[in-house]
Each structure stands twice: as structure tokens, then as C-alpha cells.
């Protein structure tokens, strides 16, 4: 297996282990001030709604990004650590990943659309599903670009 | 010349992407504050509630993330003004500058609006206090939250807290988007 740009991509999987870590929340360390004023609920403050009904909680405390901002982070880091493994199917039409991409985040608007609107009643699960959907789907577009197998 | 050479010259012969970090910076830093405004606001005007979010928040759920996109756009400009591929890394540097410049923006633009608006802030915290107040929270929980909300508010006000928040998150994801936006609006090498 032939590796290209290696610091890249270590670079992105350390930060996007970063950016996870950051939006589990002040739960996943027990910490004791209260959640809306900890320091990960402020870094994501202009970036996600943060609705504690919305988000998933751990240790009493929501956490930092609503459930679906979490499914697209992680979502795009597990991407990211499969894609090692995914270059082995050998996809060389990466426009077909993109069609994807838009088709899911597409169906992402349309979830958020029909629960605004009172049309269905979305969950935490589908919510996280949905986004984790998104964020892997846009990890496989990278597919080729960091390994080859020969 | 051998190929690491040639690849730093074609690097230096590239055009310069300042233009298109500074739009996508100003356009994107002007969308993340004036929906911060708009929340700002709608939370001053609405009747206490008790809850910790206000209803209008869920407006929101349209807008998650919608700062992380500034790096796309200005890899979409700077490969429509020149017409040129993108490499990755390149990507991911022309995303990590417009993140800075988005964090910038929205801390300039707060900074003059404490010009415009002197009692926000205040206003605001009165507005979080009443809605703590409206809370079944047990009363020594409640002063707490109250205690920690309010002074948290106030450091907020401070360029180097705002800065603090605002850089990492916004440099992260815009570095992703960038990188996306490499592949996606670059065009193809040979």
C-alpha cells in the first residue's frame, strides 16, 4: 500500500479526534461547572444550536453539539479512519461519492424541514443517523487521495 | 531541475488567494454574526420561559455549521478567478486562513456593535436571569447557574475570549471544508 501525504492526513485525523472530543461536552470529563457556560459549549456556540433536548447527554450534562452535528463529526471520523480500508474497493469514480453526498445532505434538509414544519416528529437516533450519513459519505470523497493499493 | 524544485516553483507561480480568503472571510463572518444577532435579540424580546433555549433557537436547526462553509466558498472563488488545479494541502491552508478571517470578522463586527447597542449585553443577561428565574431548578442550583451564566457573558465581551472560542473551531472546520472544497471545485490536473 503506497501512502500519500501522510502528515496530512494524520494532521486532519488529529483534529478531527479533536473536534469529537470537544463536542461530547463537559460530560465525558465530569466536569463540575455548569454546561452552558463550559468552555466546549462555547467553542461551538455560533456553530450549533446546542438545544439540550436535541443533544445526547452524558453524565447529566448534554453535550456540547445538537445529535446531529455529532453524527456528521463522527461520522466523518470514522470516514476518515476507514479510508485506509475503503481505497481497497478500489473507487475510482469519486463523482459517484459526490452524488451521494448532495443526495444525503439533501435528505438531511428535508428531515429538518418536515420536523420544522410540524410534518413528522424526527429522534435523537434518526437525527444522528442522518448526520453521520453525511459526514462519512463527504470522508469518502478523500478516497484515493491519501492511499493506494497496488 | 528535479521534481521537488519543480513542484516549489509551480507553487510560487501560483496567483495569490488573499482576495479569495478575504471575501469568503467578510461574507461568511457577516452571516455567523448577524444570526448571532438575531438570536441575541429574540432572546431580549421573548417572554421567560424557564427553559434554558428559547423557542426561537430552533430556527437554528437550518443553521448548524453554517460558519464551516466559508472555506469552500473561497476555494469555489479562487479556482473560478484563475481557473486552476487545487492541491489538497492547499486547500486546507486557504480554509484555515478564511476560519481565521471568519473568527476576525465576527469579532470586529461584535466589538462595533457594542458601539451601536451599548445595553445588549445587559439586556441579555437580564433576559437569562429572568429565564433561570422562571426555572423549577432547586434555588441554590439556580443561583449558581445564574452566578456562572452571568459572569461567563461578561467575558465574552472581551476580544481575547471571543477570539479564544471562535479561532480554533472555526480554523478546524473551515480546514475540512477547504479541503472538500479542493476536491470538489478544483480543477483536475493534466
Same mark, same amino acid.
Given at each position: 500500500?503506497?501512502?500519500?501525504?501522510?502528515?496530512?492526513?494524520?494532521?486532519?485525523?488529529?483534529?478531527?479526534?479533536?473536534?469529537?472530543?470537544?463536542?461530547?461536552?463537559?460530560?465525558?470529563?465530569?466536569?463540575?461547572?455548569?454546561? =452552558?457556560?463550559?468552555?466546549?459549549?462555547?467553542?461551538?456556540?455560533?456553530?450549533?444550536?446546542?438545544?439540550?433536548?436535541?443533544?445526547?447527554?452524558?453524565?447529566?450534562? =448534554?453535550?456540547?453539539?445538537?445529535?446531529?452535528?455529532?453524527?456528521?463529526?463522527?461520522?466523518?471520523?470514522?470516514?476518515?479512519?476507514?479510508? =485506509?480500508?475503503?481505497?481497497?474497493?478500489?473507487?475510482?469514480?469519486?463523482?459517484?461519492?459526490?452524488?451521494?453526498?448532495?443526495? %444525503?445532505?439533501?435528505?438531511?434538509?428535508?428531515?429538518?424541514?418536515?420536523?420544522?414544519?410540524?410534518?413528522?416528529?424526527?429522534?435523537? %437516533?434518526?437525527?444522528?443517523?442522518?448526520?453521520?450519513?453525511?459526514?462519512?459519505?463527504?470522508?469518502?470523497?478523500?478516497?484515493?487521495?491519501?492511499?493506494?493499493?497496488? | 531541475? !528535479?521534481?521537488?524544485?519543480?513542484?516549489?516553483?509551480?507553487?510560487?507561480?501560483?496567483?495569490?488567494?488573499?482576495?479569495?480568503?478575504?471575501?469568503?472571510?467578510?461574507?461568511?463572518? @457577516?452571516?455567523?454574526?448577524?444570526?448571532?444577532?438575531?438570536?441575541?435579540?429574540?432572546?431580549?424580546?421573548?417572554?421567560?420561559?424557564?427553559?434554558?433555549?428559547?423557542?426561537?433557537?430552533? $430556527?437554528?436547526?437550518?443553521?448548524?455549521?453554517?460558519?464551516?462553509?466559508?472555506?469552500?466558498?473561497?476555494?469555489?472563488?479562487?479556482?473560478?478567478?484563475?481557473?486552476?488545479?487545487?492541491?489538497?494541502?492547499?486547500?486546507?491552508?486557504? /480554509?484555515?486562513?478564511?476560519?481565521?478571517?471568519?473568527?476576525?470578522?465576527?469579532?470586529?463586527?461584535?466589538?462595533?456593535?457594542?458601539?451601536? *447597542?451599548?445595553?445588549?449585553?445587559?439586556? $441579555?443577561?437580564?433576559?437569562?436571569?429572568?429565564?433561570?428565574?422562571?426555572?423549577?431548578?432547586? *434555588? !441554590?442550583?439556580?443561583?449558581?447557574?445564574? *452566578?456562572?451564566?452571568?459572569?461567563?457573558?461578561?467575558?465574552?465581551?472581551? @476580544?481575547?475570549?471571543?477570539?479564544?472560542?471562535? $479561532?480554533?473551531?472555526?480554523?478546524?472546520?473551515?480546514?475540512?471544508? /477547504?479541503? @472538500?472544497?479542493?476536491?470538489?471545485?478544483?480543477?483536475?490536473?493534466?
Amino acid at each position: 500500500m503506497q501512502i500519500r501525504q501522510p502528515i496530512l492526513y494524520a494532521s486532519i485525523l488529529l483534529l478531527v479526534f479533536v473536534v469529537v472530543l470537544v463536542a461530547m461536552g463537559g460530560g465525558l470529563f465530569n466536569q463540575s461547572t455548569p454546561w =452552558p457556560v463550559q468552555w466546549q459549549h462555547q467553542s461551538f456556540n455560533s456553530l450549533c444550536h446546542q438545544i439540550a433536548d436535541r443533544s445526547f447527554w452524558i453524565s447529566g450534562q =448534554p453535550m456540547a453539539v445538537c445529535s446531529r452535528c455529532m453524527g456528521i463529526y463522527s461520522g466523518f471520523a470514522l470516514g476518515w479512519v476507514l479510508l =485506509p480500508m475503503l481505497s481497497l474497493m478500489k473507487i475510482t469514480r469519486v463523482a459517484y461519492i459526490k452524488k451521494i453526498v448532495v443526495f %444525503v445532505l439533501l435528505f438531511n434538509l428535508i428531515d429538518a424541514a418536515g420536523n420544522f414544519f410540524g410534518l413528522w416528529q424526527n429522534t435523537l %437516533v434518526s437525527r444522528t443517523v442522518l448526520g453521520g450519513m453525511l459526514g462519512s459519505s463527504t470522508a469518502l470523497i478523500f478516497i484515493g487521495d491519501f492511499f493506494q493499493h497496488n | 531541475m !528535479d521534481e521537488v524544485a519543480e513542484q516549489q516553483a509551480e507553487q510560487n507561480n501560483q496567483p495569490p488567494y488573499w482576495t479569495s480568503v478575504g471575501i469568503a472571510g467578510l461574507i461568511f463572518g @457577516i452571516i455567523v454574526f448577524a444570526l448571532s444577532l438575531v438570536t441575541s435579540y429574540a432572546m431580549i424580546n421573548s417572554e421567560p420561559t424557564g427553559s434554558l433555549f428559547s423557542p426561537v433557537q430552533l $430556527l437554528g436547526v437550518f443553521v448548524c455549521l453554517v460558519g464551516a462553509f466559508g472555506g469552500m466558498l473561497a476555494i469555489w472563488h479562487y479556482a473560478n478567478e484563475y481557473d486552476i488545479s487545487i492541491k489538497l494541502g492547499k486547500g486546507a491552508l486557504i /480554509g484555515l486562513f478564511t476560519g481565521i478571517c471568519i473568527a476576525l470578522v465576527t469579532v470586529v463586527f461584535n466589538q462595533i456593535w457594542q458601539f451601536i *447597542d451599548p445595553d445588549m449585553t445587559q439586556k $441579555l443577561i437580564d433576559s437569562t436571569i429572568a429565564n433561570f428565574e422562571a426555572s423549577e431548578l432547586p *434555588d !441554590d442550583t439556580k443561583q449558581q447557574m445564574i *452566578d456562572s451564566t452571568v459572569q461567563s457573558m461578561r467575558d465574552q465581551n472581551s @476580544i481575547g475570549t471571543q477570539l479564544l472560542y471562535n $479561532l480554533p473551531m472555526y480554523g478546524i472546520l473551515n480546514v475540512l471544508t /477547504g479541503m @472538500i472544497g479542493a476536491k470538489v471545485f478544483g480543477k483536475k490536473e493534466g
